[in-house]
Structure formats: C-alpha cells, structure tokens
C-alpha cells in the first residue's frame, strides 16, 4: 500500500456521459497530480493541485477539471466521455516538489468507455 | 514530439548480471531526472532520481547515470533479481519550470530469468 488511495479502481461508463474520480493523497502531503496513461502513450500529466490550489496544468482537456478539497484528498472530473478517453487514471502526491524524493502514486483508476 | 525516449521497449537479463536501462531526453532545460518502476495493477513505484550537478547517484543496487552532453541517463541494476522484472520508466523535469510536469518515457519492459 503506498499511502495514495484512488477509488474507484475499475469503471465502465458509455460515452457521452460524465464521471469523477476520487484520489485521497499521503499523509502529509500536500501536492496531489493527476496523469493518464493511454495503451500506446506514456504516462501523460494532467495537473498539479498545491494545498488546494492549482499549481501547473498539462494537456488536459476541457471536458476535464479537477479539484483538491480542504481535506487534500481530490477529485478528477471528465465529462462528455469519448472512447479515446479509456485510459489508466493515476494520482499521485508528494510533500513538496517531489523531485528529490519522487512521487507516490496510487494504484490508478481504469476508466473503459463503450 | 517525445521529450524524453527510452528507445528499448525490452530488456532480457540472467539473474546476477548487470540491467542496463536508457534513457535519451530532448530538452535541455531537463535538470531533475528520476526512474520509476511498475508491477502489472500497481501504480509507478519511485526507484532513484538525479539532479543535472551530478552525473551519478547510487542506492543499494541501482545506480543513475547522467551525461548531460548527450542528453543521456542510464540505469545500471547489478545483481538483477527475478523481482525486478517490471516496466521501468524514466521522467525528466525542470525545476524552474512547471514542477508538476515529469515528463515521462514509454517505459521499458525488464524481465530477469532465473
């Protein structure tokens, strides 16, 4: 168990529709980022969330948001689903920069459109 | 446009001999540079990072390299065991730049033969 728990660990949902994924970081750490990992890309970075503000953004769609609540733990929302978005979702969470010490990320969401 | 390739998407090694994982990067603004490993249904587990003032970090049996004139890092992993057989993925950042965004490599898939 690394400490970042993502729930839920497998859903299936029709496109079109719209989903949230719940990440609840380490204890004690206060950054939380959000990566998708397609079947022939790498691990791809969403956003960073700071002690509940957002702190850096990547190639996150507009049908994507994401917030981090007072508690820490965040949640990623995708709307308007499309097949392309079947993708592993991970969180992780790290103290500071994490560079040092480098990320701990959870076990990841499987998100399947049909 | 990859920023970070590792060109190997397999490695094969006998149990005991040296792992040697590489990694090319693109972008030389990259200053913090870290190996992750990843079982199957696990998310990325952090291994060992380095930052562009050095050219090598070691930790137990895994030690980075970095050239940073060839925009190069490896990662050596001697004795390798049956147990490091995992996908390993290299990640690159710029501490100047958005903190968030490792940018991550496609992995590489390590199998150890007993």
């Known amino acids: 168990d690394s400490g970042v728990t993502q729930t839920p660990k497998h859903l299936i949902t029709a496109t079109g529709q719209r989903v949230t994924l719940r990440c609840s970081p380490r204890s004690g750490d206060l950054s939380v980022y959000w990566y998708q990992q397609s079947l022939d890309q790498g691990l791809q970075f969403l956003i960073q969330y700071y002690n509940g503000e957002e702190r850096a953004k990547g190639n996150i769609l507009e049908r994507f948001s994401a917030q981090q609540f007072p508690d820490l733990h965040s949640e990623l929302n995708l709307s308007s689903l499309e097949l392309g978005d079947s993708a592993l979702y991970f969180c992780?969470?790290?103290?500071?920069?994490?560079?040092?010490?480098?990320?701990?990320f959870g076990s990841g969401t499987r998100l399947t459109v049909v | 446009d990859q920023q970070v390739k590792q060109n190997s998407p397999s490695l094969s090694v006998q149990e005991g001999r040296i792992s040697i994982l590489n990694c090319d990067y693109t972008?030389?603004?990259?200053?913090?540079f870290l190996w992750y490993k990843k079982y199957p249904a696990e998310g990325p587990t952090f291994l060992i990072s380095i930052s562009s003032i050095k050219d090598k970090n070691e930790d137990g049996r895994f030690t980075v390299f970095l050239n940073k004139s060839a925009k190069h890092l490896s990662l050596h992993i001697v004795p390798s065991q049956p147990g490091d057989s995992a996908v390993y993925f290299c990640a690159a950042t710029s501490y100047g730049g958005s903190q968030g965004n490792l940018i991550f490599g496609k992995g590489t898939k390590l199998s150890v033969k007993p």
């Open positions: 972008n030389s603004m990259f200053d913090y």
């Open positions: 992780a969470s790290s103290e500071l920069t994490g560079l040092i010490n480098g990320y701990t």
